[in-house]
């Protein structure tokens, strides 16, 4: 089948390798442009381009979309029969979702309705979900609202990380995908009951309030890493933290209980247990305390 691939980060390189491994003609794939990172903020292209250029197949990454009449020119062009999209980063027209013969398929990390937007795997460990997974949708002009094709369930352990769960659904979409362009299943209409969103995050969402439960908060720990993390202040210094188990404790949030690093929250407390300092290593608790002093009574995030 000719097909066109759209998508961006490292999310979508499974689906991207899984087609051109099934045979299936990628006339083009599209993708976020190189953007300026590191250090020197040399221009870096997104992991679907690096990929793409190994496996010899054209990129292209148009500023927008709306409006542009030379690109969708050029997406007609490519004849597709269908075209796949996984975390792409830019939304697709109407007259681009008309143009391939089977229409637009997206690659969603959550099961939909739940969860559409931006940051659907964020959102599930952050609310505690028992289970997410990956819903291969028709797209429409909506929102991840199109109906769906095939769904697949990963479950969410009490310490599932972000890294682990994004890399099985990664793995899972890819799958999914392949069975949906070989069996063209009927489209099934999302139901509108236990519709969510999951916002883009920005660095801020990190910021840890100790108001809140020390479960929600060691949830984040999980949730946020690496990006855009989980972190509170103590002076001047930026704590990012990263393991933490929810222990018996009160006080003013964010008080510092003991010698072991146990922080109040809103209900119950959070004893961190690994953390990390702005351009140092990750650490444990212990590690960490033995080069920096953080005495019960002071408080974090003040």
Sequence with gaps: ???????????????????????????AVYCQPPRPAGRGHALQPCPVQR????????????????????ALAG????????????AYGLILPPDWLAAPRRGCLNIHAS????????????????????????????????????????RGVVPIGPRSRLGEIHDALAAMGAELVLRALAEDPSPVPQPEEGATYAPRLTRADGRIDWSLPADRI????????????????FGTEVLKVL????????G???????ASLTVACGESALRITRL???????????????GFAVPAGRRLGA
């Design 75 to 86: 997406f007609r062009a490519l004849e597709p029969d269908a075209a796949v999209v996984a």
């Design 276 to 290: 990390q300092r702005a351009g140092r290593a990750p650490v444990t608790a212990a590690d960490f305390l033995r």
């Design 252 to 258: 003013e949030p964010g008080l510092v209980l003991d």
């Design 1 to 27: 089948m000719r097909v066109v691939f759209m998508g961006s980060p490292d999310f979508a390189v499974p689906a991207l390798r899984a087609l051109v491994g099934a045979g299936h003609d990628v006339a």
């Design 218 to 233: 060691e949830r984040q720990t999980r949730a946020f890493d690496p990006w855009p993390g989980a972190f509170s202040t």
């Design 243 to 250: 393991e933490g188990e929810v222990v018996p404790g009160s």
């Design 111 to 150: 099961l939909l309705p739940r969860w559409r937007g931006a940051a659907p795997i964020h959102a599930a460990i952050l609310a505690g979900d028992a289970e997410t997974g990956v819903t291969v949708m028709q797209m429409d002009a909506g929102l991840d609202t199109g109906p769906m094709l095939l």
């Design 51 to 70: 990929v793409s250029e190994t496996l010899g197949i054209a990129v292209r990454h148009p500023a927008k979309l709306r409006g542009d009449a030379e």
